[in-house]
């Protein structure tokens, strides 16, 4: 068993910053794939980011979307991800979702939500005018 907690949603306005956290426990360790996902009203959840793993020399895989604004973090001593966004749009409003795999992930896969059997409950992020 593994539980995935999620923290650092908000409202913000557009061009600003937030940091979402999600901290593992349970079967999830280090080295486990973790990933971020996102669902906007209305429609299916997308990839946002993931990493293979916290070794510093990993490259972590980005959507196109967010790309040159979030930035994808683990802090393997306290077994926790960050997402870093930056240059918040209004399109980047939806529920954010930290997922997490028991397995390995094959990197050209990291940013399949089926890859993934652990997710958060989801914070909400929400990018006004």
């Known amino acids: 068993q593994a539980q995935l907690m999620e923290s650092g949603g908000g409202s913000v306005q557009v061009g600003g910053s937030l940091r979402l956290s999600c901290t593992a426990s349970?079967?999830?360790?280090?080295?486990?794939?973790m990933a971020w996902f996102r669902q906007a009203p209305g429609k299916g959840r997308e990839p946002v980011a993931a990493?293979?793993?916290?070794?510093?020399?990993?490259?972590?895989s980005v959507a196109d979307s967010v790309k040159g604004r979030f930035t994808i973090s683990r802090d393997g001593d306290k077994n926790t991800l960050y997402l870093q966004m930056n240059t918040l749009k209004p399109e980047d409003t939806a529920v954010y979702y930290c997922?997490?795999?028991?397995?390995?992930?094959?990197?050209?896969?990291?940013?399949?939500?089926?890859?993934?059997?652990?997710w958060g409950q989801g914070v909400q992020v929400t990018v006004s005018t």
């Open positions: 997922a997490a795999s028991t397995r390995r992930v094959q990197w050209w896969r990291l940013l399949v939500a089926s890859e993934y059997n652990y």
């Open positions: 349970g079967d999830i360790a280090s080295t486990s794939p």
């Open positions: 990493t293979e793993n916290d070794d510093i020399d990993s490259f972590p």
